[in-house]
């Protein structure tokens, strides 16, 4: 392109045919993808092979000109892996530089490779192909990071430590117990991508540029030779949806909240105020001024990225939800936040899974802090209705005029005298210290789902099973 910024460009050797002058550099500018969408090289090789393969099946162009197609594109995929095929901007995205290198190995077979397909349908197929990709690497992320937290659970399967609501002491529970919980958010994100990849799975190739095509296609190899379930219904529908990358963002956003919760958890269990964990070296920084600071800067990053991961969502929501069928060129946008959560993501589970390996935990002062607030009154209130037979509205009253008494000397439910109790509630008997104390009250939690280590142990085998073990059914 001429450096005068008023000389015409060259005219495009894709859709030059209708045009006497190139576009400009603005237009050239805003128009081109190959900065982000060589990403896509290894699917679209892919599928430019299955269609070129289903193409001398049917008949559609010659043996011979498929053979030079399959080994041409061989050779663009083995100097793609070697990181020597040069993109042009010139050419706009990855296909047609895919395209255009194809021509310069094979000669004029290259230019049959396009027939009965349009770049509508090629780039749907190349970007459902990625994120099948994406999701199967995020799916073995995320399971690795169950692993670190059921290890650390199996641990930590007796470790006391408080149960917040309103992040204030509520009850008791054991460590291992509270990282079982993550456990199971990240189930239910692996359970959210499973389902987004099934539907997914359907293959726009045939589909064309809206309408499907007049060639005699057999949309059924290619869709199995790509791994897909079967090809999608409709050609309108084929070509324009993005359901399944707005459907893998909200997975990603969800799972983005996760970490995030995880994170300012560990945010808060650093400080010294809390202190019920230490950072290794390997996931901490310090201060360029104060030289004691020991700062959580990967769970604080971690945090912050879950912003960018929900904004990428409402992006590409934003962009989806005016357009008329079928292809827009306003869905060029829908590559870059695709490939930007999935780096992301990428790195806050890898740094998730290293904090949580590595982290030490203070389990006497976790089990300290468990004393404070009061965290066996309702384990008193219960045992006023098991035991006692009052009423629970009037257990809880009870409990409540009792944990008054307490915090007003200064000392635990337990420590209070029996006929201190015995002068709110003469029922009271001796029986009643069997169940105060922390240790008593995380015993107690034995139903299904509980703290009680017991149950903590059981649910580590069962997460095991469930997660670990047993194969995902896409």
């Known amino acids: 392109m001429s ?13 030059g045919g209708r045009f006497a002058a190139g576009p400009s550099a603005v237009m050239e500018a805003i128009n081109v993808s190959i900065d982000f969408d060589a990403r896509l090289i290894s699917q679209d090789i892919a599928a430019s092979k299955a269609h070129a393969t289903m193409l001398a099946r049917q008949a559609i162009i010659s043996q011979a000109d498929a053979d030079a197609i399959l080994a041409g594109l061989d050779r663009v995929r083995d100097e793609a892996d070697a990181g020597t095929l040069a993109f042009s901007r010139a050419l706009e995205d990855v296909h047609m530089n895919v395209e255009a290198r194809l021509a310069e190995l094979v000669g004029e077979s290259a230019g049959r490779l396009h027939t009965a397909r349009s770049r509508n349908d ?37 470790s006391i430590m408080p149960g917040f609501t309103h992040l204030q002491s509520a009850q008791p529970v054991t460590l291992g117990h509270h990282l079982l919980a993550y456990v199971e958010m990240l189930g239910r994100d692996r359970g959210r991508f499973a389902d987004c990849r099934r539907r997914l799975n359907e293959c726009p190739l045939g589909a064309a540029a809206l309408a499907g095509t007049s060639f005699p296609v057999d949309r059924r190899e290619t869709a199995a030779a790509l791994g897909f379930d079967r090809p999608c219904a409709n050609s309108l529908d084929a070509v324009s949806d993005r359901d ?21 958890e560990i945010v808060v269990w650093a400080c010294e105020q809390f202190g019920f964990l230490r950072l290794s070296d390997q996931f901490s920084t310090g201060s360029s001024i104060m030289p004691q600071k020991r700062n959580p800067d990967a769970a604080e990053l971690t945090r912050a990225k879950t912003g960018r991961v929900i904004g990428a969502l409402t992006g590409l929501l934003v962009v989806m939800k005016g357009l008329p069928l079928a292809y827009a060129k306003d869905m060029q946008e829908d590559k870059e936040p695709v490939f930007e959560t999935f780096d992301t993501l990428q790195l806050c589970l890898a740094s998730m899974a290293g904090m949580i390996e590595t982290a030490s935990f203070d389990t006497a002062r976790m089990r300290t802090a468990a004393e404070k607030g009061f965290p066996d009154a309702t384990d008193l209130a219960d045992w006023l209705v098991r035991v006692g037979g009052l009423p629970f509205r ?59 280590p017991e149950r903590v ?18």
């Open 244 to 264: 399944f990358a707005l459907e893998f963002l909200a997975a990603c956003s969800i799972l983005a909240v996760h970490l995030s919760r995880l994170a300012e």
């Open 394 to 452: 009037r257990a809880h009253h009870v409990a409540g005029t009792l944990v008054k008494a307490a915090e007003a000397r200064g000392c635990p439910l337990r420590a209070l005298t029996l006929e201190d109790m015995q002068a709110v509630e003469p029922g009271i008997d001796a029986n009643v210290f069997a169940v105060l104390g922390v240790e008593a009250s995380v015993a107690s939690r034995r139903s299904q789902g509980g703290t009680a």
């Open 457 to 474: 142990r059981e649910a580590v085998a069962a997460a095991r099973r469930r997660f670990l073990e047993t194969p995902r059914r896409d």
């Open 3 to 15: 450096d005068d910024p008023a000389a015409p460009a060259a005219v495009s050797r894709i859709w």
């Open 122 to 158: 090629q780039v749907a197929t190349d970007f459902r192909l990625w994120v099948r990709d994406a999701i199967d690497t995020l799916d073995g992320m995320i399971q690795g990071l169950q692993a670190v937290l059921i290890g650390r659970a199996d641990e930590h399967a007796a």
